[in-house]
C-alpha cells in the first residue's frame, strides 16, 4: 500500500467498517482534489471486487457503457450492455453473488454525476441496498463525491427510501500545516515553516495542489509554475472547480467573490444587501451547499445567534484567486516573484494569514494549553460606524479569559508600534464596552516569529509563532 499522509481517523474507522460482522454503506465525500479516490483505492489496494468513476456531464447511455466495462473487467466475462441502471445493479449482484465467501468490497466514485435527469438511477441504487445488500452481511458499499451537497441532500439526508441507509459517513478534510509538511518531506522538498505557511495560503490543504510542487524550486518559482506559466498546471482550475460541482454555478461564484473582499466575512442579510438577492430559499441553499462542500464556513458571533452567524471565505485557492488570477492582466514567468513587497501582497498576505489561524484553532489551542477548556471560538466587529473596532479571532473560554487574537504575516520578529499599540488598546476598550464583557481579556499575538522586546510587547499576555500553528 502506498503511504498515506494523515487521515489516520479515517483509515482506522474504514478498517472498522471492513471488518464488520454486517454490510455497510459509507458515504466519503469532500472537496474537490482533496484526496476521496486516493485514499479509498490506498486503503483497500487489492480487496476492492468493483469500482466504478462516473465521468461529469454524461448521457446515462455513457455512464452505463463505461459501468459494463468496469463491470467486465472485474468479473472477466463478457456481459451485455445494461440498458438502465436496474439491469446495471442486478449484474453486479450476479458478479458478487458468484464470489467466495468473505468481505466484498464496491467502489463508485463521484456518484452524483451517475444521478441524471431521467435516469432513475436513485430508485435503482435504492433497490440495490434494501433489496439485496443490506440484507447480507458481507457487503461494504463505499460511495464518493466531491458534490457533497448531494452526497448530503441525496444519500445522508434523504427522506425516502434510502432514509437512514447511509451506515457511516466520513467527511475528507484537507491536510493541515502539519501534514503539508510531512507531504513535502515524503516529496523531498525542504521548504522552512514560513514557506510552508506562505503555499498554504494559496492553495491550502488540498493534496492534488501540493502533489504539482517541484523538487529544486523555491516557493516563489513553485507558485510562478503552477499559475503564471505557459504549462501552468493550474491555469483553468477555478472555472473547472465550481462548474463541475454546481448547476448554475455563476451564481456559487457571485457569493465567493463577495467574501473573498472581507475577511471577518458577511451576515446573511449583508450578502443579500450587496447582492440585491431576492431569492430567498435560492440563497440558503447556495450558502449551505458551498459550506458543504468546504468553500465557506459559517461563524456564530457573540451570544451565538442564528441571526449573527457570518459567513467566511474558507477556501485559500479561491481566495487567491480572486486577488490575483481573475484579472487577466499579463504576467510574466516569474511574476510572483516580483509580488513580494507589493502593497497587494501585503494585503493578500495579511488575510490569508489570518484565514490559516482560523483554520488551526485546533493547534492555537493547544499551544495556549487549553485545549481542554470549553471554548467558543468567533469573529467580532463592533456596531460602531465611527471609531468602532474589528476582531478577526476571539476565544471566549469557560474559565473567565478572552483571548483578542491579533495575527501578523511578517518576515522577521513583528515589534509593535507606539500607533498599533494605541489601536490595539481601542480594541479592547471597545470589545469590553459592546460586549458588557467582565472576563479577563488575554491579548494575544500570533506572528511568524514571535514578538521584539520593545516598551508595547508587554500589553501581550500570549505570544505564539508560526511553529504553533503546526501542532
Known amino acids: 500500500m502506498a503511504k498515506i499522509i494523515g487521515r489516520k481517523a479515517e483509515l482506522a474507522e474504514l478498517q472498522q467498517l471492513y471488518n464488520s460482522k454486517k454490510s455497510e454503506f459509507v458515504a466519503l465525500y469532500g472537496r474537490r482534489r482533496v484526496g476521496k479516490t486516493y485514499l479509498v483505492r490506498n486503503a483497500f489496494e487489492g480487496t476492492i471486487n468493483f469500482q466504478f468513476s462516473a465521468t461529469a456531464n454524461s448521457k446515462m447511455s ?8 468496469a463491470l467486465q473487467e472485474a468479473s472477466g466475462r463478457e456481459l451485455p450492455l445494461a440498458e438502465n441502471w436496474i439491469q446495471a445493479f442486478q449484474q453486479l449482484i450476479d458478479y458478487l453473488q458468484n464470489l467466495p465467501e468473505g468481505r466484498k468490497v464496491v467502489f463508485i466514485d463521484e456518484m452524483p454525476w451517475l444521478d441524471t435527469p431521467k435516469s432513475d438511477f436513485m430508485p435503482a441504487l435504492e433497490h440495490f441496498w434494501n433489496s439485496w445488500a443490506s440484507a447480507r452481511t458481507d457487503i461494504l458499499l463505499i460511495v464518493c463525491g466531491s458534490a457533497s451537497s448531494w452526497i448530503t441532500n441525496k444519500l445522508i439526508n434523504n ?23 510531512e507531504y513535502l518531506q515524503e516529496l523531498e522538498i525542504s521548504w522552512e515553516r514560513r514557506d510552508i505557511a ?12 501540493w502533489s504539482l510542487l517541484k523538487k529544486g524550486k523555491s516557493l516563489a518559482q513553485n507558485v510562478d509554475y503552477l499559475f503564471f506559466s505557459e504549462i501552468s498546471p493550474l491555469r483553468d482550475e477555478f472555472r473547472n472547480l465550481y462548474a463541475s460541482l454546481f448547476k448554475h454555478h455563476e451564481k456559487y461564484v457571485q457569493i465567493v467573490e463577495l467574501l473573498a473582499s472581507k475577511a471577518s466575512g458577511f451576515l446573511r442579510s449583508e450578502i443579500v444587501e450587496q447582492l440585491g438577492d431576492n431569492s430567498g430559499g435560492g440563497l440558503t441553499r447556495i450558502l449551505d451547499d458551498l459550506e458543504t462542500c468546504g468553500f465557506i464556513r459559517k461563524v456564530y458571533r457573540l451570544g451565538n445567534k442564528v441571526q449573527n452567524a457570518v459567513y467566511q471565505l474558507a ?18 514567468a516569474n511574476w510572483w516573484s516580483t509580488m513580494q513587497n507589493t502593497p497587494a501582497f501585503s494585503a493578500w498576505s495579511g488575510y490569508a494569514f489570518e484565514q490559516v489561524c482560523i483554520a488551526h484553532t485546533h493547534s492555537i489551542l493547544q499551544s495556549l ?13 463592533s456596531k460602531q460606524k465611527k471609531g468602532g473596532a474589528q476582531i478577526d479571532l476571539i476565544i471566549d473560554r469557560n474559565d473567565n479569559v478572552v483571548n483578542l487574537c491579533e495575527m501578523k504575516f511578517v518576515n522577521k520578529s513583528f515589534s509593535i508600534s507606539a500607533d498599533y499599540a494605541e489601536e490595539l488598546r481601542n480594541k479592547i476598550d471597545v470589545f469590553q464596552q459592546e460586549t458588557k464583557c467582565r472576563k479577563s481579556i488575554f491579548l494575544t499575538m500570533i506572528t511568524t516569529y514571535g514578538l521584539a522586546t520593545n516598551k508595547y510587547s508587554g500589553m501581550v499576555q500570549n505570544s505564539l509563532t508560526i511553529d504553533d500553528l503546526f501542532l
Open 62 to 69: 455513457i455512464q452505463l457503457t463505461y459501468f459494463n466495462i
Open 159 to 181: 427522506r425516502g427510501g434510502l432514509h437512514n441507509r447511509i451506515t457511516q459517513r466520513i467527511k475528507l478534510q484537507q491536510f493541515t500545516l502539519r501534514e503539508c509538511e
Open 198 to 209: 506562505a503555499c498554504y495560503m494559496i492553495i491550502g490543504g488540498i493534496p492534488f495542489y
Open 369 to 381: 494549553s487549553i485545549g481542554g477548556v470549553q471554548s467558543n471560538i468567533f469573529p467580532w466587529r
Open 315 to 332: 477556501d485559500f485557492y479561491t481566495l487567491y484567486y480572486f486577488h490575483f488570477l481573475k484579472t487577466p492582466v499579463i504576467k510574466t
